[in-house]
């Protein structure tokens, strides 16, 4: 087999097992996100997000690995035109159950954030979080997303350098990322080795690769105590950055 086959049988391999997996957590998941839109939380995330939004217009939203569509219902209730994809099926469905329960309107596709199925320039807004430190082609999905948003158009990012972590180091904390058992917390370790994003320095790299795809940035290095208040949830202490990057 020649290295192009082998590349991509692994990276293919990769991806199945990154799906595996998020489909095994969905549920646990999705529990966690229904209490943080229910909480102090939620109205918190959202007082981060609205500020930095056009005041008075309707938008086309995409939410890239909406999970159990946290994003997607504070976006839909906002009276934005959200339409939400994830790579997990399991995770879809949780999100379809949650979105149509909270009385808003979304639409989800199945889709890899890494490879999208839109035209170009489709989007006034996209929002991601806790996604990139996952993808096995981060500047690939970051290029996909540009392509996507319209000129003008902004792109939030929040996510962790988890790279530089061990999840299995707070495993007996009871944090929100580690209310799983230890197998599992053994297996996302395995595969976020395996994942080339856990090398770089973030979020400076993502800034980085943005300016360099034309964007102009803005970054909060940690967030955390502004958005994680509900005291019946543990999170863990890796600090969440937060980026804003318009495209010009």
């Given at each position: 087999?020649?290295?192009?086959l082998e590349h991509s049988s692994a990276a293919a391999r990769l991806s199945a097992e990154i799906e595996a997996y998020w489909d095994e957590r969905?549920?646990?998941?999705?529990?966690?996100?229904?209490?943080?839109?229910?909480?102090p939380d939620g109205r918190a995330w959202w007082e981060t997000i609205a500020p930095r939004l056009p005041a008075g217009k309707k938008l086309r939203v995409l939410d890239i690995g909406t999970g159990a569509g946290f994003f997607a219902i504070l976006l839909g209730k906002a009276g934005h035109e959200v339409t939400a994809i994830d790579q997990s099926g399991s995770m879809l469905r949780h999100a379809r159950e949650n979105v149509l329960a909270c009385?808003?309107?979304?639409?989800?596709r199945k889709m890899d954030a890494?490879?999208?199925?839109f035209p170009d320039n489709s989007f006034d807004l996209i929002l991601s979080r806790n996604l990139t430190w996952t993808l096995p082609d981060a500047l690939g999905a970051y290029r996909e997303w540009l392509r996507v948003l319209k000129k003008?158009?902004?792109?939030?990012?929040?996510d962790s350098d988890c790279g530089r972590c061990s999840f299995e180091d707070t495993v007996d904390t009871d944090h929100a990322r580690t209310q799983v058992d230890k197998a599992q917390v053994q297996r996302c370790n395995a595969i976020k080795e395996q994942l080339s994003i856990s090398t770089c320095r973030r979020p400076y790299w993502d800034l980085a690769v943005m300016q360099e795809l034309g964007c102009e940035c803005s970054c909060e290095e940690d967030i955390s105590g502004r958005v994680h208040l509900d005291p019946g949830i543990a999170y863990d202490n890796i600090p969440l950055f937060a980026i804003c990057a318009r495209k010009k």
């Open positions: 087999m020649n290295t192009a969905s549920e646990a998941f999705s529990k966690v996100r229904l209490q943080e839109l229910n909480g009385g808003t309107h979304a639409t989800f890494q490879k999208l199925l003008g158009g902004l792109l939030l990012n929040f």
